[in-house]
T-cell receptor, first 115, second 110 residues
Framework: AQKITQTQPGMFVQEKEAVTLDCTYDTSDQSYGLFWYKQPSSGEMIFLIYQGSYDEQNATEGRYSLNFQKARKSANLVISASQLGDSAMYFCAMSLLGGAQKLVFGQGTRLTINP | DSGVTQTPKHLITATGQRVTLRCSPRSGDLSVYWYQQSLDQGLQFLIQYYNGEERAKGNILERFSAQQFPDLHSELNLSSLELGDSALYFC?????????FGEGSWLTVV
């Protein structure tokens, strides 16, 4: 079974600073995908970034990058130059590849950006 | 906008009642997933359909059922509702390895 652990229940960061949200995962499978989602207070679940287990380069999407360390089983999200609109819950998730893509989610990290 | 459409956005209903949540996936996406987000359980996978066929089942209660229609839209039916079924229900669809969520349907059971 897969498991995602997000150890930071909440984080407070000054606007324009970079922030790293931690995520570790556990699986015995070799083919898997790692995801980050943002959930603002309005409730929608916004896809941010995806990393496949066989991808050699870390994924990047604009201000978001995923620091993938396979040996450590970690997939931290880095947000550069944080903005007030980045305040939200952030969820790390994983799924196995090649079959049903059931996402397993972590408990989330609530990020607050201070002006 | 993820392209996944869910209706209704909010509904309030009484215990024992039945509701239907509707989802239209992104254009061309054959897979539809349903997830439940509650305060005590977090985000949980319920069920997946692929091109009309059930593909995977998660922690879905027997009181809940789903289907995917030929036009690829999906419905999640929740019956004999209990207070604990109050949650945010998400539909998602996928293209390749990327999974996009709709805005969710907030269900309150009173």
């Amino acid at each position: 079974a897969q498991k995602i652990t997000q150890t930071q229940p909440g984080m407070f960061v000054q606007e324009k600073e970079a922030v790293t949200l931690d995520c570790t995962y556990d699986t015995s499978d070799q083919s898997y995908g790692l995801f980050w989602y943002k959930q603002p207070s309005s409730g929608e679940m916004i896809f941010l970034i995806y990393q496949g287990s066989y991808d050699e380069q870390n994924a990047t999407e604009g201000r978001y990058s995923l620091n993938f360390q396979k040996a450590r089983k970690s997939a931290n999200l880095v947000i550069s130059a944080s903005q007030l609109g980045d305040s939200a819950m952030y969820f790390c998730a994983m799924s196995l590849l090649g079959g049903a893509q059931k996402l397993v989610f972590g408990q989330g990290t609530r990020l607050t950006i201070n002006p | 906008d993820s392209g996944v459409t869910q209706t209704p956005k909010h509904l309030i209903t009484a215990t024992g009642q039945r509701v239907t949540l509707r989802c239209s996936p992104r254009s061309g996406d054959l897979s539809v997933y349903w997830y439940q987000q509650s305060l005590d359980q977090g985000l949980q996978f319920l069920i997946q359909y692929y091109n009309g066929e059930e593909r995977a089942k998660g922690n879905i209660l027997e009181r809940f059922s789903a289907q995917q229609f030929p036009d690829l839209h999906s419905e999640l039916n929740l019956s004999s509702l209990e207070l604990g079924d109050s949650a945010l229900y998400f539909c998602a669809s996928s293209v390749g390895n990327t999974i996009y969520f709709g805005e969710g349907s907030w269900l309150t059971v009173v």
